[in-house]
């Protein structure tokens, strides 16, 4: 072959650097490499996703067992990405030495996932048509005995007189077909029945509210069946 022998004639060799030109190798390669490192982000993001999914959907059982809440936290803000990435900017900031919990992980999950989405919702109203983000914030500390989770946003806050009521069943200030009135009623009924912890509200018009959740880090009812067998 000529290329090989060296004795290309000047007509192929035009015709080839034309030809280089035109499929601009330069810029491919330097985009290849881009593409590349894109496409392997990609494939990261989705396998996160699957694997939040997978933990968070995880059915666990009917008794409580020992659970990471930190783990299950950052797990339900991937899954709920969807709902505050548009509107908010999501922070979190978890105890490292937060010890392993008594719980119902599952459930415990949906708890989060309920106060994520209200937040977002919260923040939505706000933020509406200016281009604005708010922020949601998410911490987790142990204090004393309990495993405490904070989830706080820079939604519209929830005025004083309805804060009493927040927890009822039914009861919603969404507009019609947005809330059923349940996640708060179930987050409850999840924390103060099942977990015996606590879920209270801090809250001011036009600056935000935040959720306090509470978990025993022994379980009570464990701890009621050694003190009848002493």
């Known amino acids: 072959m000529p290329a090989k022998s060296g004795n290309c004639s000047p007509v192929l060799i035009e015709a080839c650097e034309a030809e280089a030109q035109r499929a601009d190798l330069d810029y491919v390669t330097e985009e290849i490499p881009r593409a590349i490192a894109q496409t392997m982000e990609g494939v990261d993001r989705v396998a996160k996703i699957v694997r939040a999914m997978k933990d968070f959907a995880h059915p666990g059982g009917d008794e409580k067992a020992f659970g990471d809440l930190n783990k ?118 999840v924390v103060v029945d099942k977990h015996r912890g606590s879920i209270t509200v801090e809250s001011e018009v036009g600056k935000g509210t935040t959720f306090i959740v509470r978990l025993p880090l022994t379980d009570p009812g464990e701890m009621t069946d050694l003190e009848s067998a002493a």
């Open 72 to 189: 299950a936290i950052e797990s339900t803000v991937t899954v709920t990405r969807n709902e505050w990435k548009y509107v908010a900017d999501l922070k979190t900031d978890l105890a490292p030495d937060l010890p392993l919990v008594p719980c119902l992980l599952s459930e415990f999950n949906q708890v989060i996932m309920n106060m994520i989405v209200n937040a977002a919702h919260a923040i939505g109203d706000v933020v509406k048509g200016t281009g604005r983000k708010g922020v949601i914030a998410i911490t987790s500390r142990r204090d004393g005995q309990f495993a405490e989770i904070r989830i706080a946003d820079t939604g519209t806050g929830i005025p004083e007189q309805i804060r009493h009521k927040i927890f009822d069943p039914f009861f919603t200030t969404k507009e019609v077909g947005k809330g059923t009135g349940q996640g708060l009623a179930i987050a409850r009924s």
